[in-house]
């Protein structure tokens, strides 16, 4: 299974972390709907496991979608692949 490396889903006790580029610009909720996008999650998948509406995840893909400048799933599943390793993953 793939999932979105670990700066992704972050402790925000630790404030943003440096170097994730565009990814900073993402809330804690929906670095964790993108980290459930990276894995493969449908949008009812998402929205069980997280207990919201499907209509929750979508607003929430549309945001993060804007914030990483993409027009999809894919693109930001590239986008997030492509971030550096060490672009402040801790590890």
Same mark, same amino acid.
């Given at each position: 299974?793939?999932?979105?490396?670990?700066?992704?889903?972050? /402790?925000?006790?630790?404030?943003?972390?440096?170097?994730?580029?565009?990814? /900073?610009? @993402? =809330?804690?909720? &929906?670095?964790? +709907?993108? /980290? &459930? +996008?990276?894995?493969?999650?449908?949008?009812? &998948?998402?929205?069980?496991?997280?207990?919201?509406?499907?209509? =929750? +995840?979508?607003?929430?893909? =549309? =945001?993060?979608?804007?914030? @990483? $400048? +993409? %027009? /999809?799933? %894919? &693109?930001?599943?590239?986008?997030?692949?492509?971030?550096?390793? $060490?672009?402040? %993953?801790?590890?």
């Amino acid at each position: 299974m793939c999932t979105c490396p670990p700066f992704v889903v972050q /402790d925000l006790s630790r404030g943003p972390r440096q170097g994730a580029g565009r990814l /900073d610009g @993402l =809330t804690a909720r &929906q670095r964790v +709907v993108l /980290d &459930q +996008v990276c894995a493969g999650a449908s949008n009812k &998948q998402i929205a069980f496991t997280l207990g919201v509406t499907e209509g =929750t +995840v979508k607003a929430h893909l =549309t =945001t993060i979608f804007r914030v @990483l $400048d +993409v %027009a /999809d799933r %894919a &693109q930001a599943i590239r986008l997030v692949r492509a971030a550096p390793a $060490d672009s402040g %993953a801790g590890g």
